[in-house]
């Protein structure tokens, strides 16, 4: 996160205030250089517009900070703007603000705003002579206000005042109105040029973002105006920040409300539950597509994890909470990438003679003189390249003799030598939040200098078999009972996805009983799996409990195999119920539940790689319904397993993967290329 200029601007809503600097009048400040005084708004944005063109064409990448708040409480934008996007609330504010040294209208606009709401609020503090019908002179004067008095970050940032007091000894709620439509404008003039912390990415070459210098400031010296001192501090402050500490700094999540670019962000608590109606699907007639049902997961359900910091040895296999950016460059130095001897290149062609100096450098032990043009010293692989050193010959590739080096041009320069920053710089995001941390991860982010990441803590995952048929796995059992074979291949299932599992037993078909195992699973997992009970028959009391919390789901999906999955809430805790058949569970865990808990993780929505492969079978399917065929490569074909019988649990563990055959009719001969998605790809 380099820049290369910093530059601060302290606000003002008020008129035009004459040719002497005064203070709580605008003042801006480039690090380096001195404060300068504006005596109205129109001046300093013109002055703003020529310094970031200048810098923008010069290359130079530009910070620029401003001490009043990119957005309003949330809810406030939405509700005067439409869309909650703060970019929309600007929009309306730079078409409703008119403004001219001498006067403007923000007083009216905010009786304009309050007369939106009930009541008489949110705004206050009428500073005119002039009576404001709907904009009380004092704030206890307000009847109502629907929103927040204060911004999140502003109960994080002691003394802040709220954009709702528009006069006053250190009332803000003027600037916002007044330094809204600057900010449009600014936008719409330098478009991709410039982003919006923390709302955009800050990749362009200028970045604004919100300051309050009042923060962290000693006290002002006597013979200079606080303003000034403040913009000043401020922009030599964020000049001399490390790229890394500027970038951990930026790297947030940003509210609609906009944040303090400084303010620490609280550890976030756990996120709040998912809606009731997060599965309500329209279910008619027809038999749901696979690829709808995926996307409805996909967009009803989120994080319901919260975070927490952790050891790199530790961090295999957990979900990032935030980017992680690079502390340091890799590699740190310029190095040699092999053994042999450093110079100052290029060489030309031909015979090609240097002096040898004495020493060497080592990985782990440089060499800390100069090497003079002309001369060589021995380096190894990984070593430092001292100074006066940019390019390596090979030790295979030279002859030595007494103190003189030979070999044959021509070397370009830097051959052999690697960059410092060439593999990651420091500042860099080198991984994004949501990612799950794999071994060579923990070798990138270690690289870079990291030692500890914020992770999503780990997803419980309950459990749970239903059935009076079933006997537990060794016991005996009588001619009547099929053995819960699918509370073992569950429960690992979720153990190899990265969850923590917690084996919820097995229910009977009793729903007395079965209500009181999901009352005490919902208050220890954040997610349960239950397989079987899961249709509407009598002996399914899955769905019949679940119906009754009025959040149940029953989709009916066009795959084989599989039946209706039931979803649901219970007491906030997700449960998707799967077919009670192992080969059904099994398919539609690959299928739903893995991406479905890896969004609730705090992941991404995973899918699984397919490769096209030759089938070593013939087949024709009807169209209307996806099927998944249980199967393995033999001889580079793959081939399905004899039966198609759902109730078939050895095929399972005769299959490498799953081939998958679309929703269209399809005739299938050997050698037709079809689309096998290994069980690795589903993450066992
Ligand atoms: P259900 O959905 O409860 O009607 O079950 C469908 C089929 O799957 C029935 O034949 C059940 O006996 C069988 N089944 C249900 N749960 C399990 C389990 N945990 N292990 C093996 N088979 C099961
Ligand atoms: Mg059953």
Not at 580 to 591: D, K, R, T, Y
Request: charged share 20%; net charge neutral.
């Amino acid at each position: 996160m380099r820049f290369d200029t910093f530059v601060m601007v302290d606000w003002s809503g008020g008129n035009d205030r004459g040719p002497t600097p005064v203070k709580d009048a605008i003042w801006a400040c480039v690090a380096g250089q001195d404060p300068i005084y504006f005596r109205n708004r129109q001046l300093v944005e013109v002055w703003l517009a020529d310094l970031l063109e200048t810098e923008i064409s010069a290359g130079r990448r530009v910070l620029a900070g401003f001490d009043f708040p990119f957005g309003y409480p949330a809810g406030f934008g939405k509700a005067v703007a439409g869309p909650d996007d703060p970019f929309a609330l600007w929009q309306w504010f730079a078409e409703h603000i008119s403004d001219t040294p001498k006067a403007n209208n923000r007083f009216d606009v905010a009786a304009t705003l309050n007369s939106m709401f009930a009541g008489i609020g949110p705004f206050w503090g009428n500073g005119l002579s002039r009576d404001i019908a709907g904009l009380p002179r004092k704030g206890l004067a307000r009847t109502a206000n629907p929103f927040a008095e204060r911004r999140q970050v502003e109960t994080h940032a002691k003394g802040s005042f709220t954009c709702w007091q528009l006069s006053g000894a250190g009332a803000v709620g003027s600037q916002v109105m007044m330094g809204l439509p600057m900010l449009h404008r600014l936008r719409e003039s330098f478009a991709a040029d410039l982003s919006v912390w923390p709302f955009e990415a800050p990749d362009t070459p200028v970045v604004i973002a919100e300051i309050w210098p009042s923060l962290s400031m000693g006290d002002c010296p006597a013979n200079m105006i606080k303003d000034a001192y403040q913009v000043q501090l401020t922009a030599n402050h964020f000049a001399q920040m490390q790229a890394y500490d500027l970038a951990q700094l930026m790297n947030i999540t940003a509210p609609v409300e906009g944040w303090i670019l400084g303010v620490p962000q609280p550890k976030t608590k756990r996120p709040p539950p998912l809606r009731n109606d997060c599965f309500a699907m329209p279910q008619g007639a027809y038999w749901t597509p696979v690829s709808d049902a995926q996307a409805h997961l996909r967009h009803h359900l989120s994080c319901v994890v919260g975070q927490k910091p952790l050891r790199i040895q530790n961090a295999a296999g957990r979900i990032l909470a935030t980017d992680v950016i690079a502390k340091r460059a890799h590699p740190p130095t310029p190095n040699s990438a092999v053994d042999g001897y450093g110079f100052a290149g290029p060489a030309d062609a031909g015979e090609r003679q240097y002096t040898l100096l004495d020493g060497r450098s080592a990985a782990g032990a440089p060499f800390d003189g100069t090497v003079p043009v002309g001369h060589a010293i021995r380096i190894l692989t990984g070593a430092a390249l001292p100074s006066g050193v940019d390019t390596v010959v090979l030790q295979e590739d030279v002859v030595t003799q007494d103190d003189k080096l030979r070999f044959n041009g021509p070397l370009r320069l830097g051959a052999n030598a690697r960059k410092a920053g060439e593999d990651m710089t420091q500042g860099q995001t080198i991984m994004a939040a949501g990612r799950q941390l794999t071994p060579a991860d923990l070798a990138t982010m270690t690289a870079a200098g990291i030692g500890r990441v914020a992770v999503k803590r780990r997803l419980r995952v309950g459990v749970l078999s239903t059935g009076d048929e079933l006997a537990q796995a060794g016991e005996n059992a009588r001619a009547d009972q099929i053995y819960d074979a699918n509370r073992p291949m569950l429960c690992a299932i979720a153990n190899a996805w990265g969850h923590k599992v917690i084996d919820l037993g097995c229910a009977p078909d009793d729903r007395a009983a079965l209500r009181e195992i999901l009352n005490r699973s919902a208050a220890k997992c954040d997610v349960i799996l239950t397989s079987g009970g899961a249709s509407a028959g009598d002996e399914d009391h899955m769905s019949a409990l679940l119906k009754g919390t009025g959040s149940l789901a029953l989709w009916r999906i066009a795959m084989k195999p599989g039946r209706p999955l039931a979803l649901g809430l219970w007491r906030d805790t997700p449960v998707l119920g799967l077919p009670g058949n192992p080969v059904a569970a099994m398919v539609c865990a690959l299928v739903f539940g893995r991406p479905a808990l890896n969004v609730l993780a705090g992941g991404a929505w995973v899918t699984p790689q397919g490769y096209r492969v030759p089938a070593g079978f013939a087949k024709s399917k009807k169209a209307g319904r996806r099927e998944y065929i249980r199967a393995h490569i033999e001889d580079g074909k793959v081939v399905a397993f004899a039966s198609e019988g759902s109730g078939r649990v050895s095929g399972l563990s005769w299959a490498t993967g799953l081939v998958e055959l679309g929703d269209a009719a399809q005739t299938t001969a050997l050698g037709d290329l079809v689309r096998f998605i290994p069980f690795t790809e589903f993450g066992l």
